[in-house]
């Protein structure tokens, strides 16, 4: 065998299928969402200060038989999983044939933002769970998410190829609605974050608290009932487009079962004294309604081609020379 032949069957030795890319990004969307839940328990339970260093859990590598260091611990373990997996996601989009442009990129991204807790746990810590400090935190991690849920859309499209073009006007006007929803869905979440942060939730009594509670609670309302008139228009008009549009109404409709749920459950949490189990069931329900919408968007700005954005254009596949 010839150099060339050598070097080309140590290429393709490396190369990543569409499809073992697709599974590796849904593995890294659902570990990143559980980050995003398991650092809501940390925060319910007042258990950020419990492992006060790194890489030990105070004098031991692991932690003693105490619930706080426990939860901070877990938190840990499946932060690093996390982080572990956007990070083979971003290697494996590089060696993907036929190449994955737009894959590789969101999954860098994705990748620097779930290193980037590392750096941001720390300061919280160092700041005492200075509440801003924990929301910052909360928010990057929302962030990530939302990109991990792009990167896994691309990378199955990528496997499976590209849908036939929707052309109709309800379709094209749906889109322009959902990708308008995104920043509307966004601060819903953020809202929420807020009436958690400034409320007599179980964090503890010395958790310090951010802003004023009844104030965040009528701009979570306010913002609650905005979301919910607009996606009830969004709702509207994929339903008039069903034919076209059926994948995307479905998932539409799924987002919409979850964010009546969380309703019901915040009503039980206001009316039951906040209990943790309750806020992070609806902190949760928040992240996938945040996750659901982007899915959403995504589907529809690939379906119907709008709006065409500079990093965004081409083909879904650029061949390998």
């Known amino acids: 065998m010839g150099m060339a032949s050598r070097a080309s069957a140590r290429r393709r030795s490396r190369q990543v299928s569409p499809i073992t890319l697709s599974r590796l990004a849904d593995v890294a969307l659902l570990a990143v969402f559980l980050v995003v839940v398991s650092g809501a328990v940390v925060r319910l339970t007042d258990s950020g200060l419990g492992c006060d260093n790194w890489p030990n859990c105070s004098e031991t590598p692991f932690p003693q038989r105490e619930f706080h260091a426990t939860v901070e611990f877990v938190n840990r373990i499946v932060a690093m999983i996390g982080i572990l997996l956007t990070l083979v996601v971003a290697a494996a989009a590089r060696f993907v044939r036929p190449r994955a442009v737009r894959v590789s990129r969101a999954a860098l991204i994705a990748a620097v933002g779930m290193v980037a807790q590392i750096p941001l746990g720390g300061l919280t810590v160092i700041l005492d769970l200075h509440p801003l400090a924990v929301m910052s935190h909360f928010l990057l991690a929302l962030v990530v998410l939302g990109v991990s849920v792009f990167v896994a859309l691309e990378a199955r499209r990528h496997a499976r190829g590209a849908p036939a073009p929707v052309n109709e006007k309800t379709a094209r006007g749906a889109t322009i609605v959902a990708v308008a929803l995104l920043p509307l869905a966004a601060l819903l979440v953020v809202t929420g974050a807020f009436v958690t942060s400034a409320g007599p939730h179980p964090g503890g009594d010395g958790v310090e608290r951010l802003g004023d509670f009844w104030t965040s609670l009528r701009v979570h309302v306010w913002m609650t009932g905005s979301f919910g008139l607009a996606f009830a228009g969004l709702l509207g008009l994929l339903c008039a487009a ?49 996750a659901g919408m982007v899915a959403v968007a995504v589907e529809l700005v690939r379906v119907t081609g709008w709006p065409e954005r500079h990093w965004l254009r081409g083909p879904y596949t650029l061949k390998h020379p």
């Open 242 to 290: 069903r034919r076209e549009l059926q994948p995307v109404l479905v998932l539409a409709a799924a987002v919409l079962v979850v964010l009546v749920t969380q309703m019901v459950v915040g009503e039980l949490q206001r009316n039951n004294g906040l209990p943790w189990e309750l806020v992070l069931a609806h902190v949760a329900m928040g992240s996938l309604i945040w």
